[in-house]
């Protein structure tokens, strides 16, 4: 009996270094989205039209296109932004490109550019 355990733990030991070699070579998850990639992904992107501005209360209102992350069809709603800075990003009138995603019973744009 004390042969098997023995064995297994030499196995276990000598098998662990092989392991974390393996991943420590992918990198992949250390990299978390952000802004900058998220805009760079067109298919997360809506297409929208600036209809009004509120800064102080950190809302904007677009006529948009479909939001296939969200499942939602064209329309014209107000939206709340991550980030104040967004709004500042943007006047009325523009065509932009935008992401949004639901954050508790609303909406929330989190990366919002102008269209090309």
């Known amino acids: 009996m004390n042969h098997i355990a023995s064995t297994l733990l030499v196995a276990a030991l000598l098998s662990g270094p092989a392991l974390a070699q393996q991943k420590a070579d992918d990198h992949s998850a250390h990299h978390a989205a952000t802004p900058a990639t998220a ?54 009138g ?14 929330v744009v989190t990366v919002i550019e102008p269209a090309k």
């Open 39 to 92: 805009a760079a992904n067109s298919a997360d992107m809506a297409d929208g039209e600036v209809r009004k501005i509120d800064k102080d209360a950190g809302k904007l209102t677009l006529k948009h296109g479909e939001i296939k992350n969200l499942d939602m069809p064209g329309m014209t709603m107000v939206f709340q932004v991550k980030e104040p800075a967004l709004l500042d990003k943007v006047k009325v």
């Open 94 to 107: 523009d065509k932009v490109k935008f992401r949004a995603e639901k954050a508790g019973s609303g909406y």
